[in-house]
């Protein structure tokens, strides 16, 4: 007898057909639940930035002044002798922090760090490891892995999009403060190498330190004469992860004063690989210590760990001084045990996020900032006190629309959607 009976099934062909869609549908839908991801994270990075701005603004309601770059505590009195190894600020201290601390140091009560700044404030902090800590109050300088808090991580001073994490690094930022549009004096501002107030330093530095913050000095909303919301004073920077990036892994052979903004951008770069610089190139921080390059160190304010500035456009090539450049104070910090780490130099915001990076105004509003803005001309050198023509004290910044946002009080129009 029939079976009538239907036996009813798939084809190979047809369950190829079906594999198929489903794999097309998928490759669809990763890419876009990446980019949600990203959103998510760029988001969370922007509130970061506002509550840094909210910490700046409150520190400034109760101090009636902005945080410092490079402040703290002195180990010598001024006027010691320069030149003596152990005397000059840029030298290890492990019973003051010779004026080294960045300005995230002071606003972290204002950021929901108040637990860390117990530790800061106070003496006998905790070691890394956990172990009971003789140290004074507000620490040694901040290149000393032993003393705890300056390996504390904050939540707030990170960008989610940034995957770099843990040593040889202490404790990352992704938020670097605005010297405005000149490297000259970035380092140790208007102090001599024993931290006296000198009368030249004082001059060189009010030339050159355009922005809105000025190291070891002390500056407020009042001092910005352009308007808050027309000012960048922090901007966003990647950390480094070890791979020979060029917007993380300063060169550090140059030369201010005499080496334009162009020369960031030379031929040291990877040519198949232009975000890399070229397996050969030596002259590295990160070749020199690992320890040394872009925001790996929160609490301290030299230039390679939380500065930016406004010359080259976001996400461009980094580079600095070699740190004991002594030939013209005028140009540099010029002390003479100063590592590279002390250098300043040409340092552009960059960050993970797609095209562009955040930036936090002086008015609290954080806005992102394409790599495309106009930037003016890489082939000038800054302003800086000795200058003349496109160098002279006071002249508007001849890095475009990029330049005018860095400059806190140039008067200098700003009529461009940025």
């Known amino acids: 007898m029939k079976d009538s009976r239907i036996r009813r099934g798939f084809t190979l062909v047809e369950l190829l057909v079906v594999i198929a869609i489903i794999g097309v549908l998928v490759g669809l839908l990763l890419p876009a639940v990446q980019a949600a991801r990203e959103a998510a994270r760029r988001m969370s990075c922007s509130n970061n930035f506002k509550q840094i701005g909210l910490g700046i603004h409150n520190y400034h309601s109760a101090y009636k002044q902005m945080p410092r770059h490079k402040t703290g505590t002195s180990g010598f009195k001024s006027g010691s002798v320069a030149g003596l190894t152990g005397l000059e600020w840029s030298q290890p201290n492990n019973s003051a922090n010779n004026e080294e601390l960045s300005f995230l140091v002071g606003i972290i009560p204002f950021i929901e760090g108040q637990a860390l700044w117990e530790q800061i404030s106070n003496p006998n902090a905790p070691n890394t490891n956990g172990s009971a800590g003789t140290w004074t109050a507000m620490g040694p300088t901040p290149y000393n892995g032993t003393y705890g808090p300056w390996s504390a991580e904050s939540p707030t001073l990170r960008c989610p999009s940034d995957p770099g994490v843990g040593l040889p690094a202490f404790g990352r930022t992704n938020y670097a403060a605005c010297l405005g549009d000149s490297p000259y004096r970035g380092s140790a ?84 690989r232009p975000q890399f610089w070229i397996s050969t190139q030596t002259t590295l921080l990160g070749n020199n210590s690992s320890a040394e390059v872009r925001g790996y160190r929160w609490a301290d304010g030299n230039p390679v760990f939380t500065v930016m500035n406004t010359i080259l456009p976001p996400n461009a090539k980094t580079c600095v001084t070699s740190g004991a450049q002594t030939t013209n104070p005028e140009y540099n910090d010029g002390t003479a045990n100063s590592a590279a780490r002390h250098g300043s130099g040409y340092l552009p915001p960059s960050s993970r996020h797609q095209g562009g990076v955040h930036v936090l105004m002086g008015d609290g509003a954080v806005k992102f900032i394409t790599d495309s803005i106009e930037a003016g001309s890489a082939n000038v050198l800054p302003v800086y006190q000795g200058g003349s023509g496109a160098q002279a004290p006071g002249r508007a910044s001849s890095y475009g629309l990029w330049g005018k946002l860095g400059t806190r009080a140039s008067k200098e129009v700003i009529d461009s959607e940025f």
């Open 189 to 272: 501002g208007g102090t001599t190498a024993t931290l006296g107030r000198g009368s030249n330093e004082s001059q060189y530095t009010r030339a050159a330190m355009r922005g809105a913050f000025v190291p070891r000095q002390t500056m407020a909303f009042r001092d910005i004469l352009d308007g808050l919301a027309n000012t960048v004073i922090c901007g966003e920077i990647a950390t480094d992860l070890g791979d020979r990036d060029t917007r993380t892994n300063p060169r550090h052979a140059l030369v201010l004063g005499t080496d334009t903004p162009a020369t960031c951008n030379d031929t040291f770069g990877d040519p198949n």
